[in-house]
């Protein structure tokens, strides 16, 4: 059996023990709270892994992108998929309706009435309903309608286009005090108005910690929680030990008494901090960070951590965010201690369709 150590840098391992705990433990979290799960595979990409969160009571996928869809009911899950981002054009459209012909119930979002315009055409077309949920800023500043008021009266017009199939809500990331207000609000307006609520859908791993504030939702889609990142420990969900994925990478220069360098740069770790500093952390000497990247270059600081790498040295990095950085790779391997359990193909990589 191959040993970590055979492994060529730099490569992206998956601690299997790690990742089965992660994955029980959000769905525990989620059942507790009266909530079905439906996970976001947008962080793996991996079919296998996605099989693995339906074994554990997931009822269902979330999908980012019509490619990324495919590859999954490709191999085979194809009984509830939603593709949480808008779909523009006939081209897509189209690629939708083809998908849908395969999937035992294949759900969209808008936020808008263009984009409901077009799946109405397309469903039209195709004599098929296209189930959509309205998508709600509720804090966040990206997609989505920006009052309960909006979505009710989006929510109004999806129900009178023809193959349109109104089913609910949903958001990203429902956290804080403003998003509870938010969906307490739009449930008020809709049941004053008649309109039933089938699913309301929250979203993000650290929003796994306060479930509790949302009894209103129905389910909830986080993604990161299957491999952790500094992200998440920075957030307060996870902790290190519950960091399944790191990238290991080889000491391959240390100028410096304080610098040392790495073979894996923005390719393989990502340049994404979002609201964390540094670009990773290093696993085998606490206080040492990846202060910048360059494309396959790291630079690692050593100012903070007790001892010195030597050239040559393997070292592990737990990166800013795991999602991206699985994508930029074309296969992970699955270890338990020094064994390489199993060699996944990212399946999903570059699915940006």
């Not at 793996?44 to 869809?69: N, R, V, W």
């Not at 083809?98 to 469903?123: C, F, M, Q, T």
């Amino acid at each position: 059996m191959t040993k970590v150590h055979d492994l060529e840098t730099p490569v992206v391992t998956i601690d299997l023990d790690r990742l089965e705990k992660n994955i029980a433990r959000a769905q525990a979290m989620v059942d507790a709270a009266g909530m079905k799960h439906r996970p976001h595979i947008k962080t793996h990409k991996i079919p296998d892994i996605a099989k693995m969160q339906l074994k554990a009571g997931a009822s269902g996928l979330t999908c980012q992108k019509l490619s990324e869809a495919e590859v999954f009911i490709d191999a085979g899950l194809d009984d509830d998929l939603l593709i949480t981002f808008n779909i523009v054009g006939q081209a897509k459209t189209e690629h939708l309706m083809r998908l849908s012909d395969r999937v035992n119930k294949l759900s969209v979002v808008a936020d808008n009435e263009d984009v409901i315009r077009g799946l109405s055409e397309a469903g039209v077309r195709h004599g098929r309903d296209v189930p959509i949920l309205i998508e709600n800023d509720v804090g966040f500043g990206r997609n989505g309608v920006q009052s309960p008021e909006a979505a009710l009266s989006l929510a109004r017009y999806a129900m009178n286009m023809p193959r349109i199939k109104f089913e609910g809500l949903m958001a990203f990331p429902t956290t804080g005090e403003k998003a509870v207000d938010y969906f307490n609000r739009a449930v008020e307006l809709f049941t004053a108005d008649g309109i039933p609520l089938p699913i309301l859908s929250g979203g993000g791993t650290p929003a796994l910690m306060t479930l509790a504030d949302f009894p209103m939702l129905t389910e909830h889609r986080p993604g990161t929680y299957v491999f952790n990142d500094v992200m998440m420990v920075h957030s307060g969900y996870a902790s290190w030990d519950e960091c399944a994925l790191t990238v290991r990478a080889t000491i391959v220069s240390t100028p410096t008494g304080d610098r040392a360098i790495i073979d894996a740069g923005s390719k393989a770790i990502t340049r994404e901090q979002y609201y964390v500093k540094n670009f990773g952390k290093v696993v085998e000497y606490p206080g040492a960070v990846v202060a910048n990247v360059s494309e396959e270059h790291g630079i690692l600081d050593f100012s903070g951590a007790e001892n010195r790498p030597k050239v040559g040295e393997v070292v592990n990095i737990i990166p800013n965010h795991c999602c991206v950085c699985i994508n930029m790779h074309d296969k992970v391997y699955g270890i338990r201690g020094e064994e390489v359990e199993i060699e996944w193909p990212v399946a999903a990589r570059g699915k940006l369709i």
